[in-house]
């Protein structure tokens, strides 16, 4: 008996003072949990910290870069905006020296810096695939800023059969940026877009000079035979359109790559030239008036925030 009644007081005192404890938790023959204590199963498992890096931020666009090289071809050149048959890169839209044309590199630079800050590197009659050795010039004089305008001569061939097909085009770009990476590699990019051949002939076909130089072979992929609205010209011109269309979203594509790289969102692509912007000599190229609009969607181009 007495043995019973230890063992029911024993019991009796350990119900109490399983009542009386905040963790709230005894089995039978056991004293309290200690506070705080949970099963295993019980507890809450906690996230393990996460493995993946975060990003270093995109660089910061520099609106005012202090030297410009330019590359591309005779657009940029500035081929017949001065005289017949000759290049005139003191028009330039990129590093011209003519204040009537205001330049980009003569509004980022201004007057005094321009002739030792800004280069053109460009070459009449070049194509895409001629840009990675520009690039790889370009890139040895380590400047602030590239601009980049180049395609039209892959689309203006003798005929639209020879055009350059669209993945040499890609890559031949893709290469060229790579070389100005390789040598150049804080260097930001401005790229333009290729114009809209079809439209300068709907400019062009207007005037009998246009007609009478086009007939010498200026760009016969889109503008031999100008004045036939037939089918199968009509079919032509618009293939050649169709081209220049898909190497500026190639240009758009690459450009997205490299977050040092603008593309000019199509605004040369959409720029009506008129007769007063297109060269007198060959109604093809832009003239001066015509180099001083390139100047200004590049200019707004690249100073927006």
């Known amino acids: ?52 890096p975060t ?11 202090g030297s410009v090289a330019a590359v591309g071809d ?14 005139c890169p003191s028009v330039s839209w990129a590093t011209g020296t003519d204040p009537a044309v205001n330049s ?36 040895a004089r380590r400047p602030e800023l590239v601009t980049v305008m180049m395609g039209a001569n892959d689309a203006c061939r003798a005929d639209a059969a020879r055009m350059t097909p669209v993945e040499e085009f890609r890559a031949s770009f ?18 333009s877009s290729v114009p809209d051949l079809k439209r300068l002939w709907a400019t062009g076909r207007l005037s009998p000079a246009g007609l009478r130089v086009w007939r010498l072979g200026v760009c016969a992929s889109m503008l031999a035979d100008a004045e036939n609205l037939g089918p199968a010209a009509e079919a032509r011109r618009t293939k050649v359109r169709d081209r220049v269309v898909a190497y500026n979203r190639v240009l758009r594509e ?4 490299d977050v040092r790289c603008r593309y ?16 007198p000599w060959d109604w093809f190229h832009p003239s001066r008036d015509g180099q001083a609009r390139l100047a200004e969607i590049a200019y707004r181009q690249i100073t927006r925030k």
Not at 254 to 257: G, R
Request: net charge positive.
């Open 104 to 139: 980009l590199a003569l509004r980022l630079l201004g007057p005094e810096r321009l002739p030792a800050r800004s280069w053109n590197l460009a070459r009449s009659g070049a194509r895409m695939a001629d840009l990675p050795e520009q690039m790889a010039a370009a890139a």
């Open 1 to 52: 008996m007495r043995g019973r009644r230890r063992f029911r007081t024993t019991a009796a005192a350990v119900a109490l003072l399983c009542a009386a404890t905040l963790a709230g938790g005894c089995s039978a023959g056991q004293g309290p949990k200690s506070a705080g204590t949970r099963p295993a199963a019980e507890q809450t498992a906690q996230p393990a910290p996460s493995s993946t």
């Open 74 to 87: 005779s657009i940029t050149r500035a081929f017949d905006a001065c005289e017949l048959l000759a290049d």
């Open 174 to 191: 893709a290469t060229a940026l790579a070389r100005l990476r390789a040598g150049a590699p804080k260097a930001q990019v401005y790229v």
């Open 55 to 65: 990003p270093p931020p995109a660089p910061v666009w520099n609106a005012s870069p």
């Open 254 to 257: 690459e450009c997205a790559k």
């Open 264 to 279: 000019d969102g199509g605004a040369v692509f959409g720029f009506a030239f008129d007769g007063t912007q297109l060269s």
